[in-house]
């Protein structure tokens, strides 16, 4: 057994922790920016120039010096939250949620102490710091992300992963980690205990080799030292006794080595995940959230408020973009369509008509056609489609009318897709799980690709969504929708 780490393991090690060194440190700059900017943003907009004090006791603070503790603090508690911990950064909403968590018990604590102590803190001071702060703060992360995303899409930034487990299950790590390397994992070598003659792992990411099939953890050790990983994902199937996978943990943790298990588990979000150590047995416990009761006022209040607000903001350029519909092509403006809602109730879908007046009656001489899965008709050339209805179809803004939908409670903003009711007919038992929830104007379909999904893509990412559910995750599809828009990707 090697008991010294090889040069290039070094080389490795330091190279990693190069880089995360490196973007942890543009984060506590950014978090220092923003929280700065908006302390003092508060003062100014609440005090202008004057040089108010906060009285403390007998003494009297300037609120400079207040604002300067609480910039203290706020970035403070950023940290140790864990807002910047690498296993958060570039995937999922655990980032985002705890930047808010840190921000909301900082507030709350203040507003605690200040009503313990009688201090009279200026409300409207921290009625500005608070949203500014964590709008500013979710946008910049935002921002990071979205660079960090970009190299690693380009092969920089990221882990080099070795995949221990069953043939079926390395092949299942393989595609998924490889299909999703803004996750930060690259998978470089699969190791199968217990599956002699394995040479490679076929995956839809590809070819894996196979660097070892021997359930001894001195061979498991000298392949991660040859295939110079910085991590191992141990999944089901790896023929490893418990204590054996213990001592192999020890081994790792002394290579500087992140070991990861990867249980069998799909399209499960991290807040459904529980583990309660018991007899000194880690049991995970998955939970599926059920849309009742406050989280369904929650979010049909979200929707009530949000899309009152866009249909005020909006409401004459709808006026002009039907006015143009009608005068592009005689007929109605708007569309209406039979599509399947919650628990299987039809309701009228409503849209600006994108098509000739007849469209419906040609699909059928188009069907054989199709560009799309092999569920929903789709065509990129679509002759039925008019000449502004193209253009509004590029940029969503036939969908806009679905907000009326919102408001008489047929759809929510986010949700699964609303599906025809042919389509319905065709579902398994599976599928139907998606008639659950509300359909959406947007949801994962729409921020994934849309019509360039496959069925079985478009069925998982809502069922997805049913089952994972969260007020985080609606906020997070909504803001990820306008860059589908603007990036036009799968919109014909």
């Not at 192999?248 to 529980?274: C, F, K, N, Y």
């Not at 939908?405 to 038992?429: A, I």
Request: hydrophobic share 45%; charged share 20%; net charge positive.
């Amino acid at each position: 057994m090697k008991t010294a780490i090889q040069p290039h393991s070094a080389v490795r090690t330091q190279t990693l922790s190069n880089w995360l060194g490196s973007h942890r440190a543009k984060l506590v700059l950014v978090d220092l920016g923003c929280v700065t900017w908006a302390t003092t943003g508060a003062q100014v907009l609440r005090f202008g120039g004057t040089n108010q004090t906060l009285d403390v006791g007998n003494q009297q603070a300037p609120y400079a010096l207040v604002s300067l503790l609480l910039i203290l603090a706020w970035w403070l508690m950023l940290g140790l939250w864990g807002s910047r911990e690498p296993r958060v950064l570039g995937y999922g909403a655990e980032e985002y949620r705890r930047v808010i968590s840190a921000t909301l018990w900082l507030f709350g604590g203040i507003a605690i102490f200040s009503y313990v102590f009688q201090l009279e803190t200026a409300r409207g001071y921290v009625a500005i710091a608070l949203p500014i702060g964590i709008l500013s703060l979710l946008l910049a992360r935002w921002m990071m992300r979205a660079l960090l995303i970009s190299a690693r899409n380009l092969g920089r930034n990221l882990r080099r992963i070795l995949l221990i487990g069953g043939e079926h299950s390395v092949a299942h790590l393989h595609r998924q980690l490889g299909g999703h390397l803004e996750a930060g994992y690259l998978p470089v070598a699969a190791y199968l205990p217990g599956y002699p003659g394995r040479s490679s792992v076929h995956s839809e990411a590809g070819s894996l080799p196979v660097v070892g099939t021997s359930s001894e953890p001195h061979d498991i050790l000298d392949a991660i030292e040859e295939s110079g990983v910085d991590t191992v994902a141990i999944s089901a199937g790896a023929a490893l006794e418990p204590t054996a996978l213990r001592q192999l943990g020890w081994q790792l943790s002394a290579r500087e080595v992140a070991m990861v298990m990867a249980p069998a588990l799909t399209d499960v979000a991290g807040p459904r995940i529980h583990t309660q150590p018991v007899a000194g047995l880690p049991l995970i416990h998955v939970t599926t959230p059920k849309l009742v009761g406050a989280k369904r006022l929650l979010k049909r209040g979200f929707d009530v408020v949000a899309t009152g607000c866009i249909l005020l903001v909006l409401a004459v350029p709808m006026l002009l973009v039907a006015g143009l519909v009608k005068l592009d092509d005689p007929g109605p403006a708007i569309f209406r369509q039979k599509r399947i809602g919650k628990a299987g109730a039809p309701f009228e879908m409503l849209k600006f008509r994108s098509m000739v007046v007849d469209a419906e009656a040609r699909l059928k001489a188009l069907q054989a056609q199709s560009e799309g899965n092999a569920v929903m008709f789709k065509m990129k050339n679509d002759p039925r489609i008019t000449r502004i209805g193209r253009f509004l179809r590029r940029y969503s803004i036939d969908e806009l009318p679905q907000l009326i939908n919102v408001l008489t409670g047929d759809m929510s903003l986010v949700g699964p897709r609303p599906p025809l009711p042919k389509e319905v007919e065709g579902y398994d038992d599976f599928a139907h799980r998606r008639l659950l929830v509300k359909p959406g104007i947007t949801g994962l379909w729409q921020v994934s690709g849309r019509s360039d999904l496959s069925w079985e893509d478009t069925v998982r990412l809502d069922l997805y969504y049913v089952e994972n559910w969260s007020m985080t995750q609606d906020l997070m599809i909504l803001m990820r929708t306008f860059r589908a828009v603007v990036g036009k990707s799968g919109a014909y």
